[in-house]
């Protein structure tokens, strides 16, 4: 099915041409009818399925029926009032979010702005006080806005929470009720999350005024994902991911590690190898972030060393190759991970090191995925296999593991077993679309 089988306006089905989008995801295929008809929805898909443009183009479509013919033609003519907001949990992915949607808008006279935490507010508060249409935000730089310079959005009749699982993850319900409670009494609510979680489900039954229930449990971005295991020291990690990307020719490597220390001593050592690479992580400051992803895409670098604070919300365009350098604390971590390689249909590669120490979470996450993983092993990495002079003669102070972080996670994993069925799906063979 193509986006033209839908009543969009000719503006937005002419942005959508010049994305170069042609048939819908399944996704959008299941979303955009229901949410063109004003419906709350509670919708599960994976990152990387085209969820922005399924809540964003009907959204857009409603705003264009709003105004007259005129101001569509004559952007002088349209004043900007904020009636439609995007809650997103991460600054990446506000940023990422309101960069579509302005795609998709670039016929239409509708503002977009993103709002977040890290940067300086004063630029944000200027272009919202210009006047917005859509404005996508994380919950802590949009109560600064409220609070301090009295943002109204009494006039918001429609409202987006993207990521709602990792919004509830990071304690943000607090948040998403205070935000019902200020927009117009009569709107539309759409809830997205990457899994069917008990909470998640309880919030949208509270939250939402008989929703459509959508799940788009297991798409062909999933499936395209090769994914391994290579089995080795974990002291030798690093020796391994040096070796691997110069004996590959490797030239984009997205490589996540389980804290800021271990991503800071794994980019020293990559230096040291000569291997061209930056660090992102949750206390590099945004500007740090954007440049380090600028320059990941842009082909200046061969491996970004990041934390789970990239785990979502980072779109790279035809990423081939994600690597596990550690696995994550909470199994569910891993799916998220592997969902920034494979997107949009494409195919990809994840490749998790797995030392004996390792072993337990492994079994936790092919539990999730429903899938034994290959292991592999590398000559001269065998287990047993002396281990080179440098591991040898030189006592290394391993790298911290913040314990609290790891506590945190663990607290997680106990009684949240339900919650592994929507992500169990994910990595599945089957797909369904439900209604409650």
């Known amino acids: 099915m193509n986006f033209d089988a839908f009543d969009l306006h000719s503006h937005i089905l002419d942005a959508v041409s010049a994305r170069g989008y042609q048939a819908l995801t399944e996704v959008q295929t299941h979303v955009l009818p229901v949410a063109m008809q004003g419906k709350d929805i509670m919708a599960c898909a994976q990152t990387g399925t085209g969820k922005t443009a399924a809540f964003a183009l009907p959204l857009l479509n409603k705003l264009s029926q709003q105004l007259a013919v005129q ?5 002088n003519e349209h004043r900007a009032q904020l009636r439609v907001l995007v809650l997103t949990p991460t600054r990446e992915l506000a940023i990422q979010v309101a960069d579509n949607i302005q795609a ?8 977009t702005a993103a709002v977040y935490g890290g940067a300086n507010m004063n630029p944000q508060r200027k272009a919202v006080n210009a006047g917005v249409d859509i404005l996508v935000a994380t919950p802590g730089r949009l109560f600064d806005l409220i609070g301090q310079f009295d943002l109204d959005l009494s006039n918001v009749c429609h409202l987006v929470v993207d990521e709602a699982d990792r919004m509830l993850d990071m304690g943000f319900v607090r948040d998403i009720e205070r935000v019902k409670k200020l927009v117009a009494s009569e709107h539309q609510t759409l809830f ?3 899994t069917y979680s008990e909470d998640v489900k309880t919030l949208a039954q509270k939250m939402l ?3 459509e229930w959508i799940n788009v449990a297991t ?3 999933a499936s395209k994902i090769e994914q391994e295991v290579y089995l080795v020291d974990k002291r030798r990690k690093a020796e391994l991911l040096s070796e691997l990307v110069g004996r590959n020719n490797w030239q984009q490597v997205l490589v996540f590690v389980s804290s800021k220390e271990s991503a800071e001593h794994l980019h020293s050592e990559l230096k040291l190898d000569g291997v061209k690479n930056s660090v992102f992580h949750g206390d590099k400051t945004q500007g740090s972030r954007n440049r380090a992803l600028e320059e990941f895409k842009s082909g200046k670098l061969r491996v970004m060393v990041a934390t789970d604070v990239a785990a979502r919300g980072l779109d790279i365009e035809a990423l081939p190759l994600v690597i596990n350098y550690e696995l994550p604390f909470a199994a569910e971590d891993y799916v998220h991970r592997v969902g920034r390689t494979g997107r949009a249909g494409l195919s990809g590669r994840a490749i998790s090191f797995v030392s004996p120490q390792d072993k337990a979470m492994l079994q936790e996450i092919e539990q999730i995925i429903d ?9 001269g990495y065998e287990e047993g296999a002396p281990l080179p002079a440098r591991y040898r003669d030189v006592v290394t102070k391993p790298v ?3 314990s609290h972080n790891k506590r945190k996670y663990q607290e997680k994993r106990r009684g949240e077993s339900k919650s592994r069925d929507g992500a169990k ?3 599945g063979r089957s797909s369904s679309n439900t209604k409650k």
Do not use: G, M, N, V
């Open 371 to 379: 899938i034994t993983l290959p292991r592999i092993t590398l000559p």
């Open 71 to 75: 101001d569509i033609e004559a952007d």
């Open 104 to 111: 998709y808008a670039q016929f239409l006279p509708f503002k």
């Open 219 to 221: 798409t062909p971005t």
């Open 209 to 211: 005024i008989e929703p």
């Open 400 to 402: 911290k593991e913040k």
């Open 192 to 194: 997205f999350s990457a």
């Open 425 to 427: 799906k994910r990595f």
